[in-house]
Structures are given as C-alpha cells and as structure tokens.
C-alpha cells in the first residue's frame, strides 16, 4: 500500500515486521513497513520510497541484525544511522520521527553474534543521535529487561523475536506516541 503524508509508519526489521500495529494501535492509518532481516543498510536503501511522501510520523527501530547477522560494531551501525536520520530529514523535515531503542536478547535462548553489552551501546548512541536530530527516543528497552539484564523470557520464544504479550507491552508503552499530536521522549 503507497503511503501518504497522513500515515504512521512503523520502519525496521522482523521484530516490526511481526507486530500487527493498526490492529494493536486501533489506528487505521499505521503502514508497518518492516522486512525480516532488514539491517540498517538496508533501511538506507529503501528510505526514500518511504519518506519521499513525508508521513506523518516515523517509529524506527533496526540495528540488531547489524550486530548478530554482519558482525558491525555499534559505531559502524550508528554511523549508517546517521545516515538515515539525516535522510529522513532532508526529504521529509515535517516528519516527527521517534527512534525506539533496539531490544534486548536472551541469551540462554538466541545465540547470534549481538551481546546485550553491544546493544546498550548502540542504544547509547541512538539516544545521541536522536538528540543531535531533535527527534524523540523512545527507551522500550528498559521495559523488557529481566533482573539479569537480559530479554525477560516472558516476551520471547527464541531470545530475540517476540510473543504477543511483548508486542501489547510495547503499543502501551507507545500508544501516546501515535495517538497525540505532538509527542516528547521517553
């Protein structure tokens, strides 16, 4: 479906790819345009058929798969993050865009190359950048977190992906997000 400068456009990897965010939001105008995989290089690569109509607002949430699947360090990925906020405000300024931090793994489940550790870091940046941008961070990583630091099992069944419990967690957590007009941090 095209996306038009009324919409919602939620932007990431499987773990968007997988929530049913008009559903979970009650928002008809929510465009999931999350693609299983997806790394932050490959969110630079589409960017522009997403932008280019200036949506309304932006949930981004990618970089894992960075760290697990391509072995980058958190400053590589941040570095093609740089480069997708600045892209996103160059071809669509009026978008507010929310960086949602990158969720935490369990690792006695997932045993990809990303560490918990490698993460923070990388959320530690996004924060940064978000900041630097004047765009809103959204921390949802602080929400699933278990006494240990790692992705409390409750939400997983593989230490990375979620259940259904985590993805009505996390429309709670941003569900004012959406719904108001304007919106700050969290």
Do not use: C
Not at 3 to 14: A, N, Q, R, T, Y
Not at 66 to 80: A, H, K, Y
């Amino acid at each position: 479906m095209p996306i038009h400068s009324s919409d919602i456009v939620f932007l990431g990897d499987s773990i968007t790819d997988e929530g049913e965010w008009a559903e979970l939001l009650s928002h008809p105008a929510i465009k999931n345009r999350g693609i299983s995989s997806d790394t932050t290089i490959g969110v630079l690569a589409r960017l522009s058929e997403i932008v280019t109509p200036q949506p309304q607002k932006l949930f981004l949430m990618i970089g894992v798969n960075d760290l697990s699947n391509l072995g980058r360090s958190p400053t590589e990925v941040t570095q093609t993050y740089r480069e997708i906020l600045t892209r996103i405000h160059d071809l669509s300024p009026q978008t507010h865009v929310f960086v949602q931090s990158v969720l935490p793994i369990n690792s006695s489940l997932f045993f990809g190359q990303a560490t918990n550790s490698s993460i923070r870091e990388l959320n530690s940046q996004f924060q940064t950048l978000a900041k630097e941008f004047s765009y809103s961070y959204i921390d949802l990583l602080a929400h699933f977190i278990d006494a240990h630091g790692q992705l409390d099992a409750q939400y997983t069944t593989d230490g990375i992906h979620l259940n259904g419990v985590a993805y009505q967690r996390w429309a709670k957590l941003i569900a004012s997000h959406v719904l108001s007009e304007n919106s700050a941090a969290v």
